[in-house]
C-alpha cells in the first residue's frame, strides 16, 4: 500500500510543486494552506509523513510536528525552511523532525524521505492500515466517465461520501477549493474537493480521491440515488 503524505504550505505555488512530484512518485498526497486546517487533516487521514514549512501565516511548523508527535508518534516528519537556520534545525531534531532548505533537491528529497520510511518499517513501527470505511465502496459495472473541474477521467470507485477518479491528466490546483464534479453519462453533477492524488509515475495515469460537498438537497439525493444503483 502506497505511504500518505499530508503538505502543509503557505505559498500555493510551492504547495503544488511538493504535491506534484510527491504523486508522481506514488505517494497519496493531501494538501493543507493553513495551521488549523493542517491539524483537522492530521486527525482525518493520520498521514505516514507530515512535511511542513516552518513559516504558516503566525504560526510555526514545528508546533505542528510537536501536535504531530502527541496524536501520531511514529509519523515520519519533516520541516522546510527558506535558509539554514541551526537553531531551528536543532529544534527539530529534538522533536525527531528532519529539516531541508528549499528550494528542494527533489531527487535527493525523495531518497531522505524513503530511507527515513524504510527505517520505521524496519523498526517495526506503524504502516499504513486499512481503517473502517462510513461508506461501502462500489465499482461500477461498466465504464463512468467524469470531469473533475476541466480535467477528465473515469470513476474507479465510489460511495455516498466521494469518489476514486483515474485522471487521464495530471490533477491541478489547491486541494481545499471545491471544484463541479460531472458525469455526464448519468446526467449528475455535484460539488466536490479533490482530497488526495497519487501518480504511477511522471506520465501518469494519476488517481485521485475527491470528497463530495454538495450543499443542495435534490443534487445529493441524485447522487446517493445513482450510487445505490452501481453493482458492488
Not at 531551528?88 to 524513503?114: G, K, R, T
Not at 480535467?151 to 461520501?161: A, C, H, I, Q, R
Request: aromatic residues 6%.
Amino acid at each position: 500500500m502506497a505511504y500518505s503524505v499530508l503538505v502543509v504550505d503557505v505559498d500555493r505555488s510551492a504547495l503544488q510543486e511538493a504535491a506534484t512530484a510527491l504523486a508522481d512518485a506514488g505517494y497519496l498526497v493531501t494538501q493543507a494552506t493553513t495551521f488549523a486546517d493542517a491539524r483537522q487533516r492530521l486527525v482525518l487521514s493520520k498521514p505516514d509523513l507530515l512535511i511542513t514549512a516552518v513559516r504558516l501565516a503566525g504560526f510555526n511548523g514545528l508546533h505542528l510536528v510537536v501536535t504531530t508527535r502527541a496524536m501520531l508518534p511514529d509519523t515520519v516528519a519533516v520541516v522546510t525552511h527558506a535558509v539554514l537556520d541551526p537553531a531551528l534545525q536543532a529544534d527539530a531534531a529534538q522533536h525527531n523532525a528532519i529539516y531541508m532548505v528549499q528550494p528542494v533537491d527533489w531527487p535527493s528529497f525523495l531518497e531522505v524521505i524513503a530511507s527515513a520510511l524504510d527505517d520505521r518499517a524496519a523498526r517495526g513501527e506503524r504502516r499504513k492500515t486499512s481503517r473502517p470505511r462510513r461508506w461501502t465502496r462500489k465499482t461500477p459495472a461498466d465504464y463512468v466517465g467524469a470531469t473533475l473541474g476541466a480535467s477528465p477521467g473515469s470513476v474507479v470507485d465510489l460511495s455516498y461520501g466521494g469518489v476514486r477518479l483515474q485522471m487521464t491528466g495530471r490533477v491541478t490546483g489547491p486541494s481545499d477549493a471545491a471544484q463541479m464534479l460531472a458525469l455526464p453519462q448519468v446526467g449528475i453533477s455535484v460539488r466536490a474537493r479533490p482530497v488526495w492524488t497519487q501518480g504511477a509515475g511522471p506520465d501518469g495515469p494519476w488517481l485521485c480521491g475527491v470528497e463530495v460537498q454538495e450543499r443542495d438537497p435534490t443534487a445529493n439525493r441524485a447522487w446517493r440515488a445513482f450510487v445505490d444503483r452501481v453493482g458492488s
